[in-house]
């Protein structure tokens, strides 16, 4: 079995229209070979459903950096893990409240004498300039549980990131904002699946990234695939196995078609 897991901005989708036109043959191919497409993103579960229909995709998926992670009928259960139901999907949640987060974030900002703005703090009318999306787009991005984007205006990153972390929260780097999170991150998810797919199967395992949010996937799967971006030759720095190829649908698409076979050799053995 082939699964491919894979970040949306700047990679599936392009940086600036979110166009997939290019990764378009690729994906037809994922769906000769019946190989399942899981996608990992710091989208909230609204933009994901909307992405996911777009792609005809139906396999599991994460949002908001590993927040929840979302299981249809008919795919693998994240067994050992509590779950819930959301949307007519099995949900398992390894997030902190966004109430919680945004609480925190702005603490820690007063604290290390920054000056930050949120999703929270904007409008949707400056989500969609920000993101160069229309306005229900930014109304879905908006919509958030798990993870918060924003943006540093002023003060010393480095200082920020202490006060985040010393509240046993993350600060990640994602394509065009800093988030706060948990704990988790989208490495809790593939391998949560990756040990789900592996209990019915033998795996391949390919994942595709451009950001430093991407790095702990990348590190678990067989082929890490490095799209070139802003921070690829930092991810290839944390992720030495990482192969790198063009950025954006183009290169998605080109990883895709040399990477993928129907021959899939089986997964490493996860470390615990």
């Known amino acids: 079995m082939l699964v491919v897991f894979t970040d949306l901005d700047g990679t599936l989708l392009e940086h600036d229209d979110y166009s997939f036109e290019a990764a378009k043959p690729s994906l037809s191919h994922l769906r000769r070979l019946q ?6 993103s710091s989208k909230t579960l609204q933009e994901v459903l909307f992405w996911r229909t777009k792609i005809i995709n139906s396999d599991p ?16 259960s ?4 509590a779950m819930q139901t959301s949307h007519e999907y099995e949900m398992t949640e ?18 290390s004498r920054c000056f930050i703005r ?20 930014a109304r879905m991005a908006k919509d958030r549980s798990y993870d918060e984007p924003f943006q540093l205006l002023e003060g010393n ?12 929260l993350r600060l990640k780097h994602g394509g065009r904002f800093l988030h706060i999170t948990g704990r988790n991150d989208k490495a809790d998810a593939a391998r949560a699946l990756i040990e ?38 930092e991810v290839l720095k944390r992720v030495p196995k990482g192969q790198i190829f063009p950025a954006g649908p183009v290169g998605w698409n080109k990883a895709i078609l040399a990477l993928a076979n129907s021959s899939p050799r089986p997964s490493r053995k996860l470390e615990p």
Not at 61 to 72: C, H, L, Q, R, T
Request: aromatic fraction near 8%.
């Open 94 to 111: 390894f997030g902190v409240p966004y109430g919680t987060l945004i609480r925190a974030l702005r603490d820690a900002a007063r604290e």
């Open 61 to 76: 998926f994460a949002v908001e950096n590993g927040g929840a992670v979302f299981v249809s009928e008919g795919n693998p």
């Open 78 to 81: 994240l067994k050992g893990k």
């Open 196 to 233: 789900a797919y592996t209990s019915l199967d033998r795996v391949q395992s390919i994942g595709i990234g451009d950001g430093l949010n991407d790095v702990g996937f990348l590190n678990l799967v067989d082929c890490p695939v490095i799209l070139d971006s802003p921070f690829s030759a």
């Open 118 to 137: 949120g999703f929270a703090d904007m409008t949707v009318k400056e989500i969609a300039h920000c993101c160069q999306m229309d306005l229900e787009q």
């Open 157 to 168: 990153l480095k200082n920020l990131r202490a006060a985040i972390e010393i509240r046993g």
């Open 35 to 40: 190989a399942r497409l899981v996608l990992l």
